[in-house]
């Protein structure tokens, strides 16, 4: 049973640096971009859609999207 306890323990240990790491880099992202005069957004669900179908996945959302500026709109990407 202290082995249970412990694998449980250590699986949320790595869930918890897992999902600080992803955060620390997603907040490095978000200064890369607005430092260069890009917008930033955390989440694309409509991206996440087309890019979904494009590639045959579902249930799909894109993430750290950067929203640069053209001459014909905007990029995402």
């Given at each position: 049973?202290?082995?249970?306890?412990?694998?449980i323990?250590v699986?949320?240990?790595?869930g918890?640096?897992?999902?600080?790491?992803e955060?620390?880099?997603s907040?490095?992202?978000?200064?890369?971009?607005?430092?260069r005069?890009?917008?930033?957004?955390?989440?694309?669900?409509?991206?996440?859609?087309?890019?979904?179908?494009?590639?045959?996945?579902?249930?799909?959302?894109?993430?750290?999207v950067?929203?640069?500026?053209?001459?014909?709109?905007?990029?995402?990407?």
């Open positions: 049973m202290p082995v249970v306890i412990m694998v323990v699986a949320i240990f790595v918890i640096l897992g999902f600080a790491y955060r620390q880099k907040d490095e992202r978000r200064q890369w971009a607005e430092n005069g890009f917008d930033f957004t955390e989440s694309d669900r409509d991206l996440g859609r087309q890019t979904g179908r494009l590639f045959r996945i579902g249930g799909a959302t894109a993430r750290d950067l929203r640069i500026p053209t001459r014909a709109g905007e990029a995402l990407y």
